[in-house]
């Protein structure tokens, strides 16, 4: 089945700089890349997702980019505010039809803290 | 249009006891999710259904049954509650077309003692 790790687990940067989070898949044949925030208490928040036919995909201050050889994809946060604060999550999932469905597998999670 | 919701929100359990959650969806999706999420981990998924009257397991099953009467509700039952099973659990859905989104519902938190 599909595996995806996330790196960093921890991440703290000042308000206005920039984060980037990394993420890595095993399994070529996923081809659905979403990002979701979760702040304390409350259910996962989609924020940006890319296709596997789209290499970059940005929204205002955030972008997602995406390496199908490498198996790799970064979410990439500019001029962070203090409200970005949350844990990110990075997941996968195969839609090409069969048995697929669609499933998501996530990543271990990235606890970001900005500071005013 | 309430989206995912969740029965109940929060819920305590003596090991050994059973009960079931409700997720209900008013967005006539096709595919419904139940993951599961720990303390410093992603969700994980526990099982799926991908229409009426059809259930799959998915990364983490044991202890865990699902049933699909309707298509906008989705049962997720614990009948013997193991205080490995606190959790926070939660429900998504999906349309089964060219939308791959899934919108997740507010969660339930279940403590096993």
């Known amino acids: 089945g599909e595996n995806v790790e996330q790196h960093p687990s921890t991440l703290s940067v000042q308000e206005g700089d920039s984060a980037v989070i990394k993420c890595t898949y095993s399994?070529?044949?996923?081809?659905?890349f979403p990002w979701y925030k979760q702040e304390l208490g409350k259910r996962p928040q989609l924020i940006i997702d890319i296709r596997s036919n789209v290499g970059e995909k940005k929204d205002q201050r955030i972008a997602v980019t995406l390496n199908k050889t490498a198996k790799h994809f970064s979410l990439h946060i500019t001029e962070t505010q203090p409200e970005d604060s949350a844990v990110y999550f990075c997941a996968a999932s195969n839609n090409a039809g069969g048995t697929s469905y669609g499933k998501l597998t996530f990543g271990q999670g990235t606890i970001l803290t900005v500071h005013p | 249009n309430a989206g995912v919701t969740q029965t109940p929100k929060f819920r305590v359990l003596k090991t050994g006891q059973s009960m079931t959650l409700l997720c209900a969806q008013d967005m006539n999706h096709e595919y419904m999710y139940w993951y599961r999420q720990d303390p410093g981990m992603g969700l994980r998924l526990i099982h799926y259904?991908?229409?009426?009257?059809?259930?799959a397991k998915g990364e983490v099953p044991d202890g865990y049954n699902v049933s699909r009467l309707k298509k906008q509700n989705f049962l997720l039952g614990l009948e013997s509650a193991a205080p490995s099973q606190t959790s926070v659990y939660f429900c998504?859905?999906?349309?089964?077309?060219?939308?791959?989104?899934?919108?997740f519902g507010p969660g339930t938190r279940l403590t096993v003692t």
């Open positions: 998504a859905s999906r349309d089964r077309g060219r939308g791959y989104e899934q919108y």
């Open positions: 259904s991908v229409g009426e009257g059809t259930t």
């Open positions: 399994d070529s044949a996923s081809n659905y």
